[in-house]
RNA sequence: GGUAGGGUACCGAAGUGGUUAAACGGGGCAGACUGUAAAUCUGCUGGCUCAGCCUACCUUGGUUCAAAUCCAAGCCCUACCA
């Protein structure tokens, strides 16, 4: 079998694991590993992209994997990396938003297979059974205080201002137990994630030793920040998620495309499956000529192609050439629907649109919060009608200025485009 | 339960009776530059019927010509001690 961890540490996507074992064990026999994805939503986001990548690569090197999502463990909130208690969710969104994240993941996993199927599950299945005097005897009973403070992720909050609840202290308990019933029930013996779960991997590591005796194995990949330090997967503060409901083709693709020199080699390595020497290859024909950003077009190509198919990322390139070519005066109001098809929209009728003040409209339809912002927004020069800028604040919309009768497009800043169709 | 310190705009944080819609920093939004980069520079950042008006400094009352600022009660947070 292919060296998974070779793999992953070509890649850039290696960052520990538990015992080096592991390394040698997985290229003699199939094993059974898991990730866990938090269900915050109804669609997993870039961020989770690391965790999904790392499934797909053990999956492809013959490996069954599972991809637990913390019902139950997402209705507390795992404190790892975060300064601040989390807020919880209830069961009834958490089930929908369970639906979503299978929908993502079967881009990259193959839940079909004969041999070595994807697995989904819910940890909330035997969660919900637990009482709370069952729990503390079967699970905590095997924990020490000792132990469970000294976590990173306790320690820093205890220290920090904001405190830590019981209710998150815990946490560490429940991820502890799927790890014990992954291994019962699916034979499941390594587990992976982010380094910031390094804590607790380890305690279900060391849960499955003390209550079966046997060796089980965690693996940690880096968190993924771009070159300034971020975390990856933010765009201007909102989550690039996966579904197109929630970030359209469009802004997922611009979001990749937008990856910065330093970081695009890197993430070719991490995102997409193209093997590595030609991924060097790009880099040297993208060094030649940065200003075509050959590399981050590969990118965004790839990731798109993978998330959202021949046709998502169709849609991406032909927005992308329209919204960032220039003139939009040709195009006619069903191209432009199709275009800006996911761009947020609103509906007015003909009469709050023609006439309208320019002011007025900005903020009725939703682009701006108040008139206030839509003045201030004119006044800097910032905001756009069919792509000219508009510079009089007492400026009225026209007959003219409805494209096909049917649309108006506003745009504030270089690509924040905004829609309002006449309906 | 005791003691101490707090709650100010998106966040952090000044301000402790009077031009205070509230310094400063961060963030955000725009503009210039540019490779849809980074850095830099500039403007804006409560609402409105916008040279004016209205609503605002945890809540509710009170003192005062005047309160984010003083008083009282309440709610919440944090730390230390028990």
């Given at each position: 079998m292919s060296d998974i961890i070779q793999i992953l540490k070509d890649r850039g996507i290696f960052e520990s694991v538990t015992s080096d074992e592991l390394q040698k064990l997985a290229q003699r026999e199939s094993l059974t590993v898991y990730a866990g994805f938090d269900p915050t939503s109804e669609s997993l986001q870039a961020g989770n992209f690391v965790t999904i990548m790392v499934l797909a690569h053990f999956q492809r090197c013959g490996h069954r994997v599972i991809a637990l999502v913390g019902g139950a463990t997402g209705m507390i909130g795992d404190p790892s990396g975060k300064s601040k208690e989390r807020n919880l969710l209830i069961e009834e969104q958490v089930m929908i938003n369970l639906e979503g994240i299978k929908e993502n993941l079967s881009r990259f996993l193959d839940f079909e297979r004969e041999e070595n199927a994807a697995l989904l599950m819910n940890n909330n299945d035997w969660m919900k059974q637990f009482t709370y005097v069952d729990f503390l005897r079967d699970v905590g009973k095997y924990f020490r205080m000792g132990t469970m403070l000294g976590k990173d992720s306790v320690k820093s909050r205890l220290e920090g201002e904001s405190g830590m609840s019981y209710t998150e202290f815990s946490y560490q308990l429940l991820q502890a137990y799927d790890f014990l019933r992954l291994y019962d029930e699916e034979g499941c013996s390594v587990q992976f994630g982010g380094s910031d779960q390094w804590g607790n991997i380890t305690a279900g590591i060391d849960l499955v030793h003390k209550q079966r005796g046997k060796e089980v194995f965690g693996l940690t990949f880096p968190l993924v920040c771009d070159s300034s330090g971020k975390k990856f997967g933010k765009s201007e503060g909102n989550a690039i998620y996966l579904s197109s409901a929630k970030t359209s083709y469009f802004d997922f693709y611009q979001f990749f495309i937008r990856t910065q020199d330093e970081d695009v080699e890197r993430f070719l390595k991490i995102f997409t499956f193209i093997p590595l020497d030609e991924i060097s290859e790009i880099m040297k024909e993208s060094e030649a000529a940065p200003e075509k950003r050959i590399a981050q077009t590969r990118l965004a190509d790839e990731v798109t192609c993978i998330v959202h198919g021949e046709r998502g990322l169709e849609i991406a390139q032909k927005a992308s050439l329209v919204l960032y070519g220039g003139?939009?005066?040709?195009?006619?109001a069903a191209t432009l629907l199709e275009i800006f098809s996911s761009v947020s929209s609103c509906d007015l009728s003909v009469d709050a649109v023609k006439g309208a003040n320019i002011v007025d409209l900005v903020a009725v339809s939703g682009l701006c919060k108040s008139k206030g912002e839509a003045r201030r927004l004119v006044q800097n020069g910032g905001l756009y009608l069919n792509n000219n800028r508009v510079t009089d604040l007492d400026l009225v919309v026209k007959d003219s200025d409805i494209i096909d009768g049917k649309l108006v497009v506003l745009r504030s800043g270089k690509r924040n485009y905004f829609l309002v169709e006449i309906g």
């Open positions: 003139s939009i005066d040709d195009i006619d």
